[in-house]
Nanobody
Framework: QVQLVESGGGLVQPGGSLRLSCAASGSIFSINAMGWYRQAPGKERELVASITDGGNTVYADSVRGRFTISRDNAKNTVYLQMNSLKPEDTAVYYC??????????????WGQGTQVTVSS
């Protein structure tokens, strides 16, 4: 079983910054891609950014240049540095990890979500 625990959400003013963290634990053999998704009220969940175990990254057009995804493979942790935040970035942010367990089973794992609110 794999658990993802997110932290770092909160309330921030427009133009401010936040850093999200997500640590994976449990029966992990390896982790391929890790990523962040978000879901705003009344909208579908969307990809924000993802990063492979080799460090290749993908960003949504709406956050490119403002957000930076990174990971620490030794700690099974992924980060999302969010700068120049806008009210439209308000959403619940979810961590996702493409995990191979110690029993060599693929596990598409999700965190519980952390609220990010951008408002003055």
């Amino acid at each position: 079983q794999v658990q993802l625990v997110e932290s770092g959400g909160g309330l921030v003013q427009p133009g401010g910054s936040l850093r999200l963290s997500c640590a994976a634990s449990g029966s992990i053999f390896s982790i391929n891609a890790m990523g962040w998704y978000r879901q705003a009220p009344g909208k579908e969940r969307e990809l924000v950014a993802s990063i492979t175990d080799g460090g290749n990254t993908v960003y949504a057009d709406s956050v490119r240049g403002r957000f930076t995804i990174s990971r620490d493979n030794a700690k099974n942790t992924v980060y999302l540095q969010m700068n120049s935040l806008k009210p439209e970035d308000t959403a619940v942010y979810y961590c996702n990890a493409d995990v191979v367990t110690v029993t060599r089973v693929w596990d598409d794992s999700w965190g519980q979500g952390t609220q990010v609110t951008v408002s003055s």
